[in-house]
């Protein structure tokens, strides 16, 4: 089984950056692919960047919104991920959550609020 849990947000004001980790506390499998994704108020969930692990290598993409912002990366060989945001924007305000897929399942974390201010 596996059991994302998301820690890092916060309250910080327009133009700063906060870091986010998710860590898998149960697998002893390694999840290939991460995500981190985000929920607004009154919007829906939105992918926000991914990271696979490979024969060659890793590959990472993100969505237009947060592209030259935002850094995923994670540790080798663990189930742990981050998300460095930096330039926050008040429209980066959300509930930010990590995805496991492990074969055929998706795993998702509890959520971590982050909000910027203007």
């Known amino acids: 089984q596996v059991q994302l849990v998301e820690s890092g947000g916060g309250l910080v004001q327009a133009g700063g950056s906060l870091r986010l980790s998710c860590a898998d506390s149960r697998s002893t499998l390694i999840i290939k692919t991460m995500g981190w994704y985000r929920q607004a108020p009154g919007k829906q969930r939105e992918l926000v960047a991914t990271?696979?692990?490979?024969?060659?290598?890793?590959?990472?993409s993100y969505a237009d919104s947060v592209k030259g912002r935002f850094t995923i990366s994670r540790e080798s060989a663990e189930n742990t991920m981050y998300l460095q945001m930096n330039n926050l924007k008040p429209e980066d305000t959300a509930v930010y959550y990590c995805?496991?897929?492990?074969?055929?399942?998706?795993?998702w974390g509890q959520g971590t609020q982050v909000t910027v201010s203007s």
């Open positions: 995805k496991g897929t492990l074969g055929a399942r998706e795993y």
């Open positions: 990271i696979t692990s490979g024969i060659s290598g890793i590959s990472t």
